[in-house]
């Protein structure tokens, strides 16, 4: 039989930090409003079908979540598939109206008239204080 020697593997080194230096802050930082945790900013694209009930509810309640709750931390498009049928089709939608939210990720699709207020915050990652 042969013998085999211990093998001993080196640890890889830590970093040594100064102290008093604050790790950097994450490229999303949380911050805390009076009724709402917003992370970053919001980019949303809402796509409708001209002026029909369901498209101006849509629009009506996209309006007041994005005022109310994310106090500015928002970008909002509001896109009329008749007038941009390309658009639309470049983000596959097949039914309106569709509110799209790109950033934060991941990327969320909600079809309706966003009247089912727990869903839309659940699906923004909204988390209502109470």
Do not use: W
């Not at 102290?19 to 970053?40: C, F, H, M, N, W």
């Amino acid at each position: 039989m042969s013998r085999l020697g211990k093998v001993h593997m080196k640890k890889p080194l830590k970093k040594a930090r100064s102290a008093g230096k604050r790790k950097p802050a994450s490229r999303v930082e949380i911050e805390q409003t009076d009724s709402v945790l917003v992370r970053a900013k919001y980019v949303l694209r809402l796509y409708i079908n001209g002026s029909t009930v369901k498209s101006t509810l849509a629009v009506k309640n996209i309006k007041r979540i994005c005022e109310q709750h994310l106090n500015g931390k928002y970008d909002l498009e509001i896109i009329d598939i008749q007038h941009h049928a390309n658009l639309a089709r470049d983000e596959q939608i097949v039914a309106v109206p569709t509110l799209i939210k790109r950033l934060p990720a991941p990327l969320r699709r909600f079809i309706g008239d966003l009247s089912d207020l727990e869903k839309v915050f659940f699906g923004l990652d909204l988390k209502v204080q109470e």
